[in-house]
């Protein structure tokens, strides 16, 4: 699934550009007039279409163009009605939602409950392997009553996850006199068809180069009139570019992403001002219940001494010093699989393991292996990706290493792989532990536990474990929120115990602004709004 690959820090610097594209106001109600904004950006374009792409740049673009039925509002990882009127269970298995009268697409043609059922079946039935339709495994049909109402069917009554479903990329709302119902429709049929309804419409788009933003006079969703009617979002092949970019005033923002140690730098710059909030990117290690040291496929096989390397582990991670030597501090320590500002999120880890403080224990391990019978070292298989999760992945685990190893705890063959063999590797039980990340396809708890944990998830490292399955299909369907949040807190309290992964470091964003750039805004819900920029 997509989301595991998109990992990584949010990165977001501003400057005063000199030589900003495009030109002024051309619309969009009570936009700002400072003038148009240039982004630069790193990130990659799959497709323009929903159907067709699951990445963290294709959805850049979707959720300023496309609307929503459901969306967070500014500062809130919550779901609220977006061009919804409101949105309801109406039973158990149905969830009920009732547009606003009078929407329109950015080409003139009506949006109805037509489109949205259009939507919702067009994903079903193309089911592109790049897309995100996996994401509507709950949804059963989709019927339309009338003009504004829409009725989701679902197979599992009371979905908790359901409204935070309607928010995420599976879920931007396309014209049907547009989009065919059974194919991807290119880019450039998409921006001659002008069917957007967000905040902005694609005025031009040249994929992976630039994309030209105007504001939608026509917007009728909860975020209001951008602030910028004009924004122009340059793609950039690398960190350095888009770093030295920053550097020459060649872009008014960089967002997402640079590196660590280019983000120190610029945040130190004269007239520039560093800004953190909350981001949902958690790094992570994986154990392969089958391949691991004492693992079941293993010679020496044994599971309760399986259970003590992994928990000895745990024990030697100080993840502090990697979130300060490596990433300068735009990741921080995490102590459980849920990122932290999501409702449950506990660190379950950091109360079992190490010195219970968040430090490493070299003692602790020892005597946890020891009265398992097991001699030191313990020999262990770590494998890493040098590309995909970025260039201080090395670093990362060259320090990783070091931990484990302290007073001979363990010794460590660490190994890396590209990506296109690495994404095929893991799955196929080639790496007894190796390194993984995950960027939330939703703002729930919930999209940490069900991924990961339900039979392995798309781990597949044979963790199975029926209490922890008991927890998570509990908490999917619990309508108390108290008690729902109890059974997730429980679940990360279960998998802290068993240890089929630990925690190391959640992602933060990152803005660091001038005078001339403002109301960026870093929030829960780890969208990219191009609407909240201004020049002064």
Not at 298 to 304: F, I, K, Q, S, V
Not at 378 to 404: C, F, M, R, T
Request: hydrophobic content about 35%; charged content about 20%.
């Amino acid at each position: 699934m997509s989301a595991a690959a998109l990992i990584g820090s949010a990165v977001l610097l501003t400057a005063c550009a000199s030589n900003g594209a495009g030109g002024g106001n051309t619309g969009g109600g009570d936009s700002g007039s400072g003038g148009a904004i240039t982004v630069g950006t790193t990130d990659v374009v799959t497709s323009l279409d929903p159907a067709g792409s699951y990445d963290n740049g294709s959805f850049a673009v979707m959720t300023n163009v496309y609307p929503f039925l459901l969306n967070h509002e500014i500062g809130s990882s919550d779901v609220a009605p977006d061009i919804a009127e409101s949105a309801e269970f109406t039973s158990p298995t149905v969830y009920t939602v009732k547009l606003k009268d009078g929407l329109k697409f950015a080409n003139g043609n009506d949006l109805t409950s037509s489109d949205v059922k259009f939507t919702f079946d067009r994903q079903v039935k193309i089911a592109d392997p790049s897309g995100p339709s996996s994401l509507l495994g709950n949804l059963e049909k989709v019927e339309t009553p009338d003009d504004t109402t829409v009725e989701f069917h679902l197979k599992e009554g009371n979905d908790q996850t359901f409204p935070q479903v309607l928010s995420t990329p599976v879920a931007p709302i396309v014209d049907e006199d547009v989009f065919p119902a059974d194919a991807v429709l290119s880019d450039e049929e998409i921006v001659k068809g002008q069917p957007f309804a967000g905040q902005y419409t694609l005025k031009s788009f040249k994929k992976n180069d630039l994309a030209s933003y105007t504001a939608n006079a026509d917007y009728a969703g909860m975020w209001g009139a951008p602030k910028t009617s004009d924004v122009n979002v340059k793609y950039f092949a690398n960190e350095t570019n888009l770093s030295q970019a920053m550097e020459t005033k060649a872009v008014d923002v960089a967002f997402r992403s640079l590196s660590a140690t280019d983000t120190e730098k610029l945040g130190k710059t004269d007239g520039l001002q560093l800004v953190d909030g909350p981001g949902g990117a958690i790094r992570y290690i994986v154990f392969n219940f089958d391949t691991q040291p004492f693992g079941a496929k293993t010679p020496e096989a044994d599971e309760a001494k399986a259970l003590a390397v992994r928990q000895a582990a745990a024990d030697m991670i100080d993840r502090e010093k990697i979130a300060t030597q490596v990433y300068k501090d735009t990741f921080t320590p995490l102590y459980s699989p849920v990122a932290q500002g999501f409702t449950g999120a506990t660190d379950a880890f950091k109360e079992l393991y190490g010195d219970k403080q968040g430090g490493a224990d070299a003692a602790a391990a020892k005597a946890r292996l020891e009265g398992a019978g097991i001699t030191l070292p313990v020999k262990l298989q770590l494998q890493y990706n040098p590309d995909h999760y970025g260039d201080a992945s090395s670093e990362e685990y060259a320090l990783i290493k070091q931990q484990l190893e302290t007073d001979g705890v363990f010794s460590v063959d660490l190994q890396s792989t590209e990506w296109g063999q690495y994404s095929k590797d893991f799955p196929a039980d080639a790496y007894p532990m190796y390194q993984l990340g995950w960027f939330p396809d939703f703002s729930d708890a919930d999209n940490f536990l069900s991924p990961f944990f339900v039979d392995g998830g798309f781990f597949n490292n044979h963790y199975s474990s029926p209490k922890t399955n008991e927890l998570i299909a509990g908490e999917r369907v619990e309508t108390d929120p108290a008690k729902r949040t109890a059974l997730i807190e429980e679940a990360q309290a279960q998998v802290a115990q068993d240890v089929p992964m630990i925690p190391l470091l959640q992602g933060t964003q990152v803005a660091v602004t001038t005078d001339a750039i403002d109301g960026v805004v870093l929030d829960g819900s780890f969208k990219f709004r191009l609407g909240t920029i201004t020049k002064n």
